[in-house]
T-cell receptor, first 114, second 111 residues
């Protein structure tokens, strides 16, 4: 266990559904991240939160909406997704101090959009 | 090509052999990290090498960094079937909170 949990582990949704992914870190870190991992492609950074403030939005479509209510929790709200959004969504956290950004990842949510 | 690009893309070796994986990056870095991912799981941090370091060891892992060539290598000695996984390098410029990952190397260790 890395100290980062994600729920659900698997999610199947239709294109008209609304769902949310949840991430929680138990490490006392001050930064949290959402990544998208698709087959044969590099890991894509979607959003970064530093001390609960969003510091990065990597040109992600508005059908993905992040929320960070506190430094331990991170959500990704999904609505009107497309089949090409099917992927493994990974959450990570890190302690941004001392110049070294070692990230701890959750197990991921396998999302399938029908 | 991508920042943090690994080669080969796939590697298959016999248990007991050494596995060498390479990574190249484009811009100046503060540090370079290697991660491992078992199928369908999250990434696990393996080792970090700072820009002023040339070599680092951790158990059966040996990482080298050549900043003049903007490249790094990960050596796994005496490989085991349990080492079968995907391995990613990630470059950290230190300027912001971002890591840039490559596409990864799929390592298969045959028993």
């Amino acid at each position: 266990e890395t100290g980062v949990t994600q729920t659900p582990r698997h999610l199947v949704m239709g294109m008209t559904n609304k769902k949310s992914l949840k991430c929680e870190q138990h490490l006392g870190h001050n930064a949290m991240y959402w990544y998208k991992q698709s087959a044969k492609k590099p890991l894509e950074l979607m959003f970064v939160y530093n001390f609960k403030e969003q510091t990065e939005n990597n040109s992600v479509p508005s059908r993905f909406s992040p929320e960070c209510p506190n430094s331990s929790h991170l959500f990704l709200h999904l609505h009107t997704l497309q089949p090409e959004d099917s992927a493994l969504y990974l959450c990570a956290s890190s302690q941004l101090s001392g110049g070294y950004n070692e990230q701890f990842f959750g197990p991921g949510t396998r999302l399938t959009v029908l | 090509s991508q920042q943090g690009e690994e080669d080969p893309q796939a590697l298959s070796i016999q248990e007991g052999e050494n596995a060498t994986m390479n990574c190249s990056y484009k811009t100046s870095i503060n540090n370079l990290q290697w991660y491992r991912q078992n199928s369908g799981r999250g990434l696990v941090h393996l080792i970090l090498i700072r820009s002023n370091e040339r070599e680092k060891h951790s158990g059966r892992l040996r990482v080298t960094l050549d900043t003049s060539k903007k490249s790094s290598s990960l050596l796994i000695t005496a490989s085991r079937a349990a080492d079968t996984a995907s391995y990613f390098c990630a470059s950290d410029t230190g300027a912001n909170s971002k890591l840039t990952f490559g596409k990864g190397i799929t390592l298969s260790v045959r028993p």
